[in-house]
């Protein structure tokens, strides 16, 4: 995983002092390969331990880690995507999975009097996938393929109940409204996206990601749902193992 894609993964752990290391890293990549940790912490007014937590926050084992895997992304040109599409968005996907993250949404819907789901097109019957992995361990769900029947649910929403939205690119207008009426009510968010900085994720509360791109052949979405579904699958299995 290279450095700005660790940076939007965990960027829900990062305080302004480490935003601020991280932009000068970003700005400064071959030399912050060649700085000892003392030097960089120094120019960046900070101290040694600081940019360690970071590095660790950032899924390296440590500062060596880091320069190692930064090297290595400024020698070697940006992996293909589509060479094989379907076994690279899949790796992506796994790489992606964060179980803080399960964790703070597995925490949401066990504490809520009530969750709706919701999503529209090809990815609408994921919510239905979800809904009855939750009613294996006894935890009631809704969901909604229409907009107006969301709509009317939503308007009724309290702050004890959470909104489950899938929407892969975080931009669909029916899932963002939903999404903007459910805040306003303090109700929690959780979203499930294509890894990109999108305007749902900063909407949502715990923030899920997969790897599926847009993709149209003669006009058409054939944007792959194979990493929807393993997010589904791996959220569901961790929710299963937190309830037992």
Same mark, same amino acid.
């Given at each position: 995983m290279l450095f700005d894609e660790r940076v939007h993964k965990y960027e829900y752990k990062l305080n302004d002092t480490e935003d601020q290391i991280i932009e000068y890293i970003l700005n400064n990549k071959e030399e912050a390969t060649s700085l000892s940790i003392?030097?960089?912490?120094?120019?960046?007014?900070?101290?040694?331990?600081?940019?360690?937590?970071?590095?660790?926050?950032?899924?390296?084992?440590?500062?060596a880690e880091m320069k190692i895997s930064l090297k290595e992304e400024i020698k070697t040109p940006k992996a293909e995507e589509s060479e094989d599409q379907l076994v690279f968005n899949v790796y992506k996907t796994i790489d992606l999975i964060d179980k803080n993250k399960f964790a703070s949404a597995t925490k949401a819907i066990q504490e809520a009097r009530r969750v709706l789901f919701f999503a529209v097109g090809d990815t609408a019957p994921f919510c239905e996938m979800v809904v009855k992995n939750l009613k294996v361990v006894g935890k009631h769900g809704e969901y909604y393929n229409h907009r107006h029947d969301m709509l009317h649910e939503v308007n009724q929403m309290e702050a004890s109940e959470? %909104?489950?939205?899938?929407? =892969?690119?975080?931009?669909?207008?029916?899932?963002?409204?939903?999404?903007?009426?459910?805040?306003? !009510?303090?109700?929690r968010i959780i979203s499930l996206t294509?890894?990109?900085?999108?305007?749902?994720?900063? %909407?949502?509360?715990?923030? =899920?990601?997969?790897y599926s791109p847009a993709i149209k052949f003669n006009d058409y979405n054939i944007t792959d !749902?194979?990493?929807?579904?393993l997010i589904v699958r791996a959220f569901s299995e961790y929710y299963w193992n937190a309830v037992r």
């Amino acid at each position: 995983m290279l450095f700005d894609e660790r940076v939007h993964k965990y960027e829900y752990k990062l305080n302004d002092t480490e935003d601020q290391i991280i932009e000068y890293i970003l700005n400064n990549k071959e030399e912050a390969t060649s700085l000892s940790i003392q030097h960089l912490a120094s120019k960046l007014y900070t101290v040694p331990n600081t940019i360690t937590r970071l590095t660790k926050k950032l899924g390296y084992e440590g500062f060596a880690e880091m320069k190692i895997s930064l090297k290595e992304e400024i020698k070697t040109p940006k992996a293909e995507e589509s060479e094989d599409q379907l076994v690279f968005n899949v790796y992506k996907t796994i790489d992606l999975i964060d179980k803080n993250k399960f964790a703070s949404a597995t925490k949401a819907i066990q504490e809520a009097r009530r969750v709706l789901f919701f999503a529209v097109g090809d990815t609408a019957p994921f919510c239905e996938m979800v809904v009855k992995n939750l009613k294996v361990v006894g935890k009631h769900g809704e969901y909604y393929n229409h907009r107006h029947d969301m709509l009317h649910e939503v308007n009724q929403m309290e702050a004890s109940e959470v %909104l489950f939205l899938i929407s =892969l690119s975080g931009e669909t207008k029916q899932v963002l409204d939903v999404a903007k009426i459910a805040k306003e !009510k303090g109700s929690r968010i959780i979203s499930l996206t294509h890894f990109n900085k999108n305007t749902l994720q900063y %909407l949502a509360d715990v923030n =899920l990601f997969c790897y599926s791109p847009a993709i149209k052949f003669n006009d058409y979405n054939i944007t792959d !749902k194979t990493p929807v579904m393993l997010i589904v699958r791996a959220f569901s299995e961790y929710y299963w193992n937190a309830v037992r």
